[in-house]
Structure formats: structure tokens, C-alpha cells
């Protein structure tokens, strides 16, 4: 059973910048996708950010602002979230699929203060 372990959530001032992390208990060489997924108070779980084959996607409402990497040798994925605004406070949920799985880390709180 592979563990995704996220930190780097908390509290900013819109405008403001946080970079989220995600650790996998094994190598993620196989995980395609892999990606962030937010949910927010009374929404549905949208997709923000995943990367595949070495190409990138993103939604709409975060292009230009966050960026998603991925470091196979640290089986590390991050998004870097510059130009904060109100609108992407949620929970992050980091995801990987492993050929037919998927798995889920446990979330970490994002906050964007006005």
C-alpha cells in the first residue's frame, strides 16, 4: 500500500506564496498521473494541477500562477503557489495512479487571507 504524505499548507495573505509537498512511501517512476486535487467548503473535489509523461496540466484558474514538478529519485511531487487569492483556499489532496490505483494523500489545509 503506497502512503502520499503532504505538507507545506497554512495560512497567507492573498497575493502571498506557498509551496506544497508530497512524499510517496515508494518509488513513483510508475505514477502517471500524479497531481494535486483541491476541495473547497461545499464544493466538489476539483483537479488543480497533474503531470504525465513529462508534460503538465493545469486548471484554468491556476495557469500562470502554480507550477507542478515532479523528483522521481526523491519520489517527491510539489506545486509552487505564487499570486495566492481568496478562491484557492481549500484542502489539497496530492494523487497518483499506479496502473489501475489510485491513491490519495490525507490533505493539507491551504488558507488565502483578503
Known amino acids: 500500500q503506497v502512503q502520499l504524505v503532504e505538507s507545506g499548507g497554512g495560512l497567507v495573505q492573498a497575493g502571498g506564496s506557498l509551496r506544497l509537498s508530497c512524499v510517496a512511501s515508494?518509488?513513483?517512476?510508475?505514477?502517471?498521473?500524479l497531481g494535486w486535487y483541491r476541495q473547497a467548503p461545499g464544493k466538489q473535489r476539483e483537479l488543480v494541477a497533474s503531470t504525465s509523461g513529462g508534460s503538465a496540466n493545469y486548471a484554468d484558474s491556476v495557469k500562470g500562477r502554480f507550477t507542478i514538478s515532479r523528483d522521481n529519485a526523491k519520489s517527491t511531487v510539489t506545486l509552487q503557489m505564487n499570486s495566492l487569492k481568496v478562491e484557492d483556499t481549500a484542502v489539497y489532496y496530492c494523487y497518483a495512479r499506479q496502473y489501475s490505483t489510485n491513491y490519495w494523500g490525507q490533505g493539507t489545509q491551504v488558507t488565502v487571507s483578503s
Open positions: 515508494a518509488s513513483i517512476f510508475s505514477f502517471n498521473p
